[in-house]
């Protein structure tokens, strides 16, 4: 198992299909999800995850991975309110659409930890919506993303 505990806080679509990318290829001995009670309900259902957390918090506690996978402005506050909670060891990402505010928003949260942003490079970006989960359920590679930083950082 690549991960011992990923978090997946958003269990929807997106991260109700990594949930299930991640099992069907092993690479997660324990999948913990985060949301709202019926989308947690129904991840826990479809088997995309195998514990669901309604506090982000507490359901990133012991991961070894915590994927946001909301969109951009609740991703915003999710990073500022975990920063505290998540160890530094902890690898978080994002599928967020855009960068450039969720890595300011990283680097003040979790500071010399915050990382590099990272994009897929499944070219869903000319996808059409049936085609992006596809997609994303591929499990794809993503490539780091080297930011330049300015004076505004």
């Known amino acids: 198992m690549a991960f011992r505990q990923v978090t997946i806080i958003g269990t929807g679509l997106i991260g109700g299909s990594l949930g299930l990318a991640l099992k069907k290829r092993r690479l ?6 985060c949301d709202r009670a019926p989308v947690l309900e129904r991840a826990l259902r479809c088997g995309a995850i195998d514990n669901g957390i309604a506090n982000p918090a507490d359901a990133v506690h012991g991961s070894d991975l915590v994927v946001l996978a909301t969109p951009v402005l609740p991703i915003l506050d999710l990073i500022d309110r975990l920063g505290p909670a998540v160890p530094a060891k902890t690898l978080v990402t994002d599928v967020g659409s855009t960068k450039l505010e969720v890595v300011r928003r990283a ?10 942003p990272a994009a897929d490079r499944a070219g869903a ?4 919506p049936h085609e992006r989960i596809s997609s994303a359920a591929r499990a794809t590679a993503c490539t780091p993303r080297p930011m330049q930083r300015s004076s505004g950082w």
């Not at 997660?28 to 999800?33: E, H, L, N, P």
């Not at 680097?107 to 590099?116: L, M, R, S, T």
């Not at 970006?125 to 059409?128: G, I, L, V």
């Open 28 to 33: 997660a001995a324990r999948i913990v999800g």
């Open 107 to 116: 680097a003040k949260a979790f500071g010399k930890n915050a990382g590099q």
């Open 125 to 128: 970006e000319d996808a059409q």
